[in-house]
């Protein structure tokens, strides 16, 4: 017997009970219907995941930054301080000796040729300076 007004539980009812509610809204999570940011309607895929950031190591960093103040400096008659360019007291010795040698090529070979040198002056420099590892003789160096 049913009161009126009130749903008749048919076989599908009887058979799954309570359990019915919650399979359908687990079906309804699994693929995805109505959650943003995941595979929906639209069918697109989630977006993956971006990579991990990459490190520079000190090496390369000591040869970008000496080759960049290399670059700045190659036309002024003075070098600046090493500490407003963000060089340790040992990069400011290479950025020294790349200066020197650049400005040198550039007179005698022309400035493609004093570029290239800052370049090659640079990173043969830095990789000298950190090939065991970075300096510890002090904060600034």
Do not use: F
């Amino acid at each position: 017997m049913t009161t009126a007004g009130a749903p008749r539980a048919g076989a599908a009812g009887r058979l799954l009970g309570p359990a019915l509610p919650a399979a359908l809204l687990a079906g309804l999570l699994a693929t995805g219907c109505g959650a943003s940011g995941t595979a929906g309607a639209s069918g697109a895929p989630p977006p993956s995941p971006s990579p991990p950031p990459s490190s520079t190591s000190p090496e390369e960093l000591c040869t970008r930054i000496v080759a960049h103040w290399s670059r700045e400096v190659l036309d002024s008659t003075t070098y600046g301080d090493y500490q407003s360019m963000g060089l340790s007291n040992g990069q400011y010795e290479i950025l020294r000796t790349v200066v020197d040698a650049a400005r040198a090529a550039k007179r005698s070979q022309g400035a493609d040729a004093a570029d290239e040198l800052i370049d090659r002056e640079a990173g043969e420099g830095c990789a000298n300076r950190y090939r065991s590892g970075t300096p510890t003789e002090g904060p600034w160096q």
